[in-house]
């Protein structure tokens, strides 16, 4: 089983690409940096359905299915800290 793992974040620029026309882009990323990034304060967030969360998921990660994810959504998240997102692919 893998993880399809998404770090987007404006406070740290080694692993987010700065866009000129929407900002800060999503980067995918390793292991080992998602590791990184969360003993710095990241937010993990697992984007599959509710059932799927329960049944499995990396501890200290929030749920919020993608289906949901929406400006309201996110409002738990620090817009100043950095968020990884996944989902688990069993392919």
Known sequence: MGASIVCTSASLEHSARRSSQTGWMPTEIERGQVQELVGHGARLVEVLPPEEYEDDHIPGAISIP????????????????????????TA
């Open 66 to 89: 993608l289906k949901d994810l929406d400006s309201d959504s996110v409002v738990p998240l620090e817009r100043t800290s950095p968020v990884v997102v996944y989902c688990w692919d």
